[in-house]
């Protein structure tokens, strides 16, 4: 016990010497000065960008939200930076910087309470990284943590021809949460980059995302298993033929599902677009799945189309390139109408329908035409071509409105609408009058 105190005396002592000496007061004067440049460094430096001089609004960006965030770790940053330098260049001059490392140390646990603070929003794993990953990096930093390690290497079973120790437990739980929580952010984020790009539909979004999430996972996944010291390269080969049992198995799935990446790289086909497939099945693509595509008849069906029929077979996209249509509607007029009058009628009438494009700005091509088709049997059949936006079905009905309006007009105006008509030429007169004097 005496010796015990003798000790705890002359350490004390020690620390008082060293409080009064000069080393000291140059260190403590060097760390507030150090500290007070670092904040006005910080400061000048976190108002020269707006994404870290202006708090985002609510529902802005993720990039954004992270950017402000990061702003907040410039002074801890530079803080650290300066006293490791200051520290670094003391001991090059052969002064004692015992002062300025433990300033670093206490700098660094800072620096990592409040990235913890800002980034981590789960509340489990900020408490987890407070209490098991804060001490850890303090024993790495007081040069205690191999010790530790080897402590818990020595604690250690055998479970057949696996090691088991309990430093490969503490490895793989710390580690695990770690990759656990790295992972869920960079997917949170990387969803969130890929469902704001503008030049991707929702579908398209949806695939990416899921992709990356898949992808994402995976890595971790293979990370986690390198940490738990398992061989990656049978793993590699189990895989592998794994991977050739589900290919032959499920080949048209794994068709399917690559057309629809092919599909969705090269736009041939988006959401929204009319198409028409060899086979006469038509309609509006609604959405694309891993497997298949959702096409929505007029008449409220829907079609699920696998992918691969939209590589394979003939496809009509009749809104991919321009969602403008031509059209055309037949009607037929006495061969007595004057047909260069009626034309110009029909086409003014035609024109003012509110869906077919027309005007002195449209050019001439697209503008409404009404010709002659064909010399009929009983009258001089017409047509009337237009163009309009979308398909002409379902609420866009304009070849019925416009059957409407040519029937209306041509009555308007007294044209008439040829019956069919017959001639009758008797050829035997003398038969037919005896037929009609025979007594009945």
């Known amino acids: 016990m005496d010796t015990l105190v003798a000790e705890i005396k002359q350490q004390f002592q020690l620390f008082q010497d060293a409080v009064v000496s000069p080393t000291f007061i140059y260190q403590a004067g060097a760390i507030l000065l150090i500290y007070l440049f670092a904040w006005l460094i910080s400061a000048k430096v976190r108002k020269q960008f707006t994404l870290t001089r202006e708090k985002p609004k609510e529902g802005a960006h993720s990039l954004q939200v992270l950017g402000y965030r990061a702003g907040g770790t410039f002074f801890p940053i530079f803080t650290i930076t300066l006293l490791k330098l200051t520290s670094v260049l003391g001991k090059q001059y052969q002064l004692d910087a015992w002062l300025l490392e433990i300033a670093v140390v206490i700098a660094v646990m800072i620096f990592l309470n409040s990235f913890i603070r800002a980034f981590v929003s789960s509340t489990g794993i900020a408490n987890f990284l407070r209490w098991v990953g804060l001490p850890i990096v303090f024993l790495h930093l007081i040069n205690v943590l191999p010790n530790v390690i080897h402590a818990l290497e020595s604690i250690s079973f055998n479970v057949g021809n696996v090691d ?22 960079s997917n949170s984020i990387g969803k969130d980059i890929i469902r704001n790009h503008k030049e991707f539909d929702v579908s398209t979004k949806e695939v990416f995302a899921k992709l990356f ?6 890595v971790i996944f293979l990370l986690l298993l390198n940490i738990m010291g398992i061989n990656l390269t049978a793993l590699a ?30 736009r041939s ?6 198409v028409e497939l060899d086979d006469g099945s038509k309609g509006f693509v609604r959405e694309f799945k891993m497997r298949y595509a959702v096409l929505e008849t007029y008449d409220g069906k829907d079609i699920l189309v696998p992918n691969e029929k939209f590589i394979n077979s003939l496809l009509i996209n009749w809104t991919h390139k321009d969602p403008k249509q031509r059209y055309r509607i037949d009607f037929s007029v006495a061969y007595k ?29 697209e503008r409404p035409d009404c010709e002659i088709d064909s010399f009929g049997d009983s009258g001089v059949n017409m047509f009337v071509e237009f163009w309009m936006e979308g398909v002409d079905d379902g609420k866009n009905r304009v070849g019925g409105d416009l059957l409407l309006i040519v029937f209306e007009t041509l009555r308007e105006h007294d044209i008439e609408i040829p019956f069919p008509q017959r001639e009758v030429r008797v ?7 005896l037929s009609n004097t025979t007594p009945k």
């Open 269 to 274: 086909l988006t959401v929204g677009d009319f």
């Open 213 to 218: 999430e898949v992808a994402m996972f995976c």
């Open 164 to 185: 088991i120790s309990a430093y490969g437990i503490a490895r793989v739980l710390v580690f695990g949460v770690l990759l656990f929580w790295l992972g869920r952010a």
């Open 337 to 365: 109408t004057d047909i260069r009058a009626m034309v110009e009628i029909v086409k003014e009438a035609v024109s003012e329908h509110p869906q077919v494009i027309s005007g002195d700005d449209i050019p001439f091509e």
């Open 427 to 433: 050829i035997n007169d003398e038969a037919i009058k």
């Open 237 to 266: 080969v189990f895989g592998g033929a794994l991977g050739v049992g589900l290919g032959l198995g499920l080949q048209t799935i794994a068709s399917n599902f690559i057309s629809g990446i092919i599909i969705l790289l090269d």
